[in-house]
T-cell receptor, first 114, second 111 residues
Framework: DTAVSQTPKYLVTQMGNDKSIKCEQN?????MYWYKQDSKKFLKIMFS???????INETVPNRFSPKSPDKAHLNLHINSLELGDSAVYFC?????????????FGPGTRLTVL | QKEVEQDPGPLSVPEGAIVSLNCTYS??????FMWYRQYSRKGPELLMY????GNKEDGRFTAQVDKSSKYISLFIRDSQPSDSATYLC???????????FGTGTKLQVIP
């Protein structure tokens, strides 16, 4: 059983297009995250949602818009894609019970903008 | 100065060696310390988690936290080729605060 799943796994698109990445977790976690990992493997948080509410919003261009229809899903929509958006995007989830922030990651979506 | 510093490597060791991976940090509010392992083209997976200072052992893996020095370590005993991966340290002050990751150290264990 997949704990945190993302679709699509690979995404190749042209500059200027709009695309979405979907994430679902079946762990019963309250908090979900989007991370961007660049070519140097640096993993940087973009957004965090707790029970469908936005709690962390790092300095991310407003072309990126997360949407959480319920606490098991967190989607990422990207408008007007740019070359610099090429990266691997990871979704993650955690219990966020105050004792631990251990996060469980999805397999990643490799986005290539041409 | 980055909040979390980690040597990117790569680090190559022979099979059976003891591996030492380290991170330093600047934020004294960090209380939760984690190590994640990331295989190539996969998502990071939690390896070890510790709260505050001290040691924690799990099989061949030992995590150490020295809050006075703002220094954390991961030791891998009897390293195996299957340990070849990128190891990311991560830390947080807890609650709803974000987890800050190091840049990762790429480890290669040579048979």
């Amino acid at each position: 059983d997949t704990a945190v799943s993302q679709t699509p796994k690979y995404l190749v698109t042209q500059m200027g297009n709009d695309k979405s990445i979907k994430c679902e977790q079946n762990l019963g976690h309250d908090t979900m995250y989007w991370y961007k990992q660049d070519s140097k493997k640096f993993l940087k948080i973009m957004f965090s949602y707790n029970n469908k509410e936005l709690i962390i919003n790092e300095t991310v261009p407003n072309r990126f818009s997360p949407k959480s229809p319920d606490k098991a899903h967190l989607n990422l929509h990207i408008n007007s894609l740019e070359l610099g958006d090429s990266a691997v995007y990871f979704c993650a989830s955690s219990f966020q019970n105050g004792l631990t922030d251990t996060q469980y990651f999805g397999p990643g979506t490799r986005l290539t903008v041409l | 100065q980055k909040e979390v510093e980690q040597d990117p490597g790569p680090l190559s060791v022979p099979e059976g060696a003891i591996v030492s991976l380290n991170c330093t940090y600047s934020n004294s509010a960090f209380q939760y310390f984690m190590w994640y392992r990331q295989y190539s083209r996969k998502g990071p997976e939690l390896l070890m988690y510790t709260y505050s200072s001290g040691n924690k052992e799990d099989g061949r893996f030992t995590a150490q936290v020295d809050k006075s020095s703002k220094y954390i370590s991961l030791f891998i005993r009897d390293s195996q080729p299957s340990d070849s991966a990128t190891y990311l340290c991560a830390m947080s002050s807890g609650g709803y605060q974000k987890v800050t990751f190091g840049t990762g150290t790429k480890l290669q264990v040579i048979p």
